[in-house]
């Protein structure tokens, strides 16, 4: 067994550790969210759900960070930077860190490597060394520091449900006619547009495929010209009737729509809680599973390396 499928697959217990790591925000302060690559798409998840439940935050990719330092909403705007990196070493976040701590903020690392440049530099750490990974791309561990970071906007223990939604994902994936599929679409809007992002990148990553994502309503204005037969649009839903009709449209031209939410093919989210790192199950296991089906391994994916450095 490849290490990402292993990874994939030990989600579920790793949600039945992340209790244990709940972040807690202050609500008189304001949280920026950096990091690069699924460590970035965390951060727009982040954001999302903390800007709705009253605490200020933005997010910025490590790159950006560098690239246009002094950013006037980095500062004084900001208070405390959480830099994510699952590796601790990629070096944007890193240099990244040591800009944001240089013009005064506050930093919080978040890494699933000890000893790691993120470690070290930051003031404080949340460790998840429990969710280490072996392979190159990022999976299990995903699901895991989202879980935790939500802090108390998740506090349910999902671990069960992982197994569910995991079983599910795989059920619903194997309908599909893989070696048909050339074209991978993901839709979700607020902090659904951040977990679309990391399904394009799984797509990407792991089965080197031509992906898109996008707002839901969004994509009706223009990028739909590329939908074809050979299409998959994995909507994140919010079960709203626009989204319905839009499934309707997308299906007319030929795509086909796997649908993840609370009434979808991939039923995610109850009344007590919206379960949302386990939206990210059905993407792994897509992104996984592609790869299987053109014979690529997705435990080395071309010109990546686990650490990207400069
Ligand atoms: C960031 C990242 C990963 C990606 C790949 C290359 O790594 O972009 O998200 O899957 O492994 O690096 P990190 O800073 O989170 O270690």
Redesign the pocket.
């Known amino acids: 067994m490849s290490a990402t499928e292993r990874e994939i697959n030990r989600a579920p217990a790793l949600l039945n550790q992340t209790p244990r790591m709940k972040a807690s925000y202050d609500k008189g302060r304001r949280y920026l969210f950096v ?7 965390l951060g727009y998840t982040l954001s999302s759900v903390l800007n709705r439940n009253g605490i200020p935050s933005f997010v910025r990719s490590a790159g950006s960070v560098l690239a246009v330092h002094n950013l006037p909403d980095l500062n004084p705007e900001t208070d405390i930077a959480v830099l ?7 070096t944007e ?1 890193v240099l990244a860190l040591e800009h944001l701590r240089k013009i005064g903020l506050s930093t919080i690392g978040v ?1 699933c490597q000890r000893d790691s440049s993120i470690v070290k530099k930051s003031e404080r750490a949340y460790l998840f060394d429990f969710a280490y990974e072996e392979s ?3 999976t299990g561990s995903f699901v895991a520091i989202l879980d935790a970071l939500l802090g108390p906007f998740q506090p349910t223990n999902l671990s069960e449900r992982a197994t569910v939604v995991l079983e599910d994902s795989k059920r619903a994936i194997a309908r599909l006619d893989l070696t048909h599929l050339n074209h991978f679409v993901f839709l979700g809007f607020n902090e659904l547009l951040g977990l679309s992002k990391e399904g394009a ?1 799984k797509l990407q ?1 792991m089965a080197l495929e031509s992906v898109d994502y996008s707002e839901p309503l969004e994509y009706r204005h223009g990028p739909k010209s590329t939908l074809t037969a050979s299409s998959l649009v994995v909507l994140q839903s919010h079960d709203t009737t626009y989204e319905k009709d839009l499934i309707a449209e997308l299906k007319r031209y030929g795509a086909q729509v796997l649908v993840v939410g609370k009434t979808g093919d991939i039923i995610v989210g109850s009344s007590e809680s919206d379960e949302l790192p386990l939206r990210v199950l059905p993407v792994l296991w897509l992104g996984y599973q592609k790869a299987i089906s053109k014979g690529l391994n997705p435990d080395q ?1 071309k010109n ?5 450095v400069i």
């Open positions: 990091g690069c690559g699924s460590s970035y798409n994510i990196s699952r590796t601790g070493e990629s976040t890494t190159v791309v990022m990148l990553e994916p990546l390396s686990k650490t990207v």
